[in-house]
């Protein structure tokens, strides 16, 4: 649904609700989400090779879906990353642990100062990005290494003391309410 004003078009936010990935292992990608990410399987096609719904969130019935057709696809996919957003720190560190447990995957932790990330491909070369918010904002783009491993208190000082100079620093709050008034949204 769009709001509308007299002079212009005012969008409503929207968020991702789910992605569709060909793939070549259906069974082997399927583990993966549910065994390394605790996806569940909420629906399933039928026979051996039916598309294979996934969701962590019970309001969504699928946020990913494992489809078997065959791609048209070149060797690189269009599509960079897809990005899942966590709650706090303690929701990613719990990620990367489980993730870590994959021998043949390898994962890049980092902080772009608004946020820490981890990145990483699935079995069949599709990156994805989990990420929880930091307190801050800095101009993007802002990318260096983080360890998720130091505790919580040397992540973040860590991390601040990374990006305190940079240009556009400031407490999250600063940035939404600069953002919300260039969207034109009150409050």
């Not at 491909?121 to 930091?134: A, G, K, L, V």
């Not at 003391?161 to 969207?183: A, C, Q, T, Y």
Request: charged share 25%.
């Amino acid at each position: 649904m769009k709001m509308e004003t007299m002079d212009e078009i005012i969008f409503p936010n929207i968020q991702l609700s789910h992605i569709e990935l060909y793939v070549q292992d259906l069974a082997k990608m399927e583990d993966f989400y549910k065994s390394k990410l605790g996806f569940v399987v909420t629906d399933r096609g039928e026979g051996q090779n039916g598309m294979v719904f996934l969701s962590r969130n019970p309001e969504e019935h699928h946020q990913i879906v494992l489809s078997p057709v065959q791609s048209h696809r070149t060797l690189e996919s269009p599509v960079d990353h897809i990005s899942f957003r966590v709650k706090n720190i303690d929701e990613l560190k719990a990620f990367n642990s489980s993730l870590k447990s994959v021998s043949e995957i390898s994962l890049q932790t980092v902080s772009h100062g608004t946020t820490w990330s981890i990145y990483f491909r699935d079995p069949e070369n599709n990156r994805f990005e989990i990420f929880t918010d930091t307190p801050w904002h800095v101009n993007q783009p802002c990318k260096f290494a983080v360890n998720l491993d130091l505790s919580h208190e040397e992540l973040i000082k860590f991390t601040e003391n990374e990006i305190r100079n940079m240009p556009g620093f400031s407490p999250n709050s600063d940035w939404e309410i600069v953002h919300k008034n260039s969207l034109g949204v009150l409050g």
